[in-house]
């Protein structure tokens, strides 16, 4: 677990959650602006950036992530005030407004002194993202300065029983409308951002992946899964996890299956990935093998993975 804590600051009590997410466009004015900070340092062709950037204009110019990320921020608060701790929530985005540092002003604003820290992805991919959104913390804490709050982050959720439930609640609901004589052969894909295999060979994220399909497949008594990657990028000579999703809808047609229900398992919101990639692009391909695709929502703010997050809030505060 990676932790932010200021010298002198351990003794303080918490008084705040800071929930952190990635950030997206909110209108289409805000895409390419939004790539071009995602991509600062990144050597990326300007056609991949215009394919990037076509992709939200195929949503309209905008991501869900924020409007997302704020509704379990609220649902958290919610469930925080009525069961305790009674801490707020801020939200800080690591490459789209409201940026980091802005929560972080405002947490100072509040007089905030230590926060709990809850990262919005269910897996540590270490310095595939996971690093990257501590240290957008740390950065962000550095330069407002003395007198900034203590972040300390609780774990990922990848194993906790509430996202395990919650999770096989949603992928219930596309199991369920499959003829019964079909639906306990229906393959679940459970699909994850890809990365670069170096990194994943130094964090736990694939092994920390297996474990959530695994208990989400056993709590639903469901025998045929897989593991798919997905929304890869970077450069075509550095070897990244796989197998892609398109690869696995073909060779499941080739088994002869014509349904399947995909699972985006790597991810807690409803984000360009998962709207786009998969609902467009990896359906297009289900459609011409004539694979009926069906796709299971997020945790998003589901009631038992809103419990799961107050859960990892109390044993961080538990922890003095």
Same mark, same amino acid.
């Given at each position: ?62 991501? &869900? ?69 501590? $240290? ?12 900034? &709050? ?15 439930? @919650? ?6 609901? $596309? ?6 004589? $079909?639906?306990?052969?229906? &393959? ?7 990365? &670069? ?30 593991? @798919?990657?997905? *929304?890869?990028?970077? *450069? ?22 014509? *349904? ?55 044993? $961080?505060?538990?922890?003095?």
């Amino acid at each position: 677990m990676s932790t932010t804590r200021r010298h002198g600051d351990a003794a303080l009590p918490f008084d705040a959650v800071l929930m952190v997410a990635f950030g997206g466009p909110t209108q289409p004015e805000e895409v390419r602006p939004f790539l071009a900070h995602v991509l600062q340092g990144v050597p990326i062709p300007p056609e991949r950036l215009e394919e990037v950037a076509r992709h939200y204009d195929a949503l309209g110019g905008r991501s &869900p992530i924020a409007e997302r990320t704020f509704q379990k921020a609220e649902r958290l608060a919610a469930l925080l005030q009525r069961e305790g701790p009674q801490l707020p929530v801020h939200v800080g985005m690591r490459c789209w407004r409201p940026f980091i540092a802005e929560a972080v002003a405002h947490m100072r604003q509040d007089g905030i002194r230590r926060a709990v820290g809850l990262i919005m992805a269910p897996h540590d991919s270490g310095a595939a993202s996971w690093d990257r959104s501590v $240290q957008a913390v740390t950065t962000a804490l550095d330069n407002s300065g003395p007198g900034a &709050p203590a972040v300390e982050f609780a774990p990922p959720c990848f194993d906790h029983p509430d996202f395990i439930a @919650a999770m096989a609640e949603l992928v219930r609901a $596309q199991l369920l409308p499959i003829p019964h004589a $079909q639906r306990h052969r229906t &393959p679940l894909i459970f699909t994850a951002h890809s990365i &670069p295999a170096a990194i994943a060979a130094s964090c736990p994220y694939v092994q920390q992946l297996e474990t959530s399909c695994r208990l989400v497949a056993e709590t639903l008594g469901h025998p045929c899964w897989s593991l @798919a990657y997905q *929304s890869r990028s970077g *450069s075509p000579r550095e070897r990244w996890l796989e197998p892609d999703i398109g690869n696995v809808l073909r060779a499941l047609h080739a088994e002869g299956h014509r *349904s399947v229900v995909v699972v985006p398992i790597g991810f807690v919101t409803d984000n360009v990935e998962i709207c786009y990639d998969l609902d467009v692009e990896a359906k297009r391909l289900a459609d011409a093998l004539g694979i009926e695709f069906r796709r299971a929502d997020p945790a998003n703010d589901h009631p038992l993975y809103i419990r799961a997050l107050a859960d990892l809030v109390r044993r $961080q505060v538990a922890q003095g």
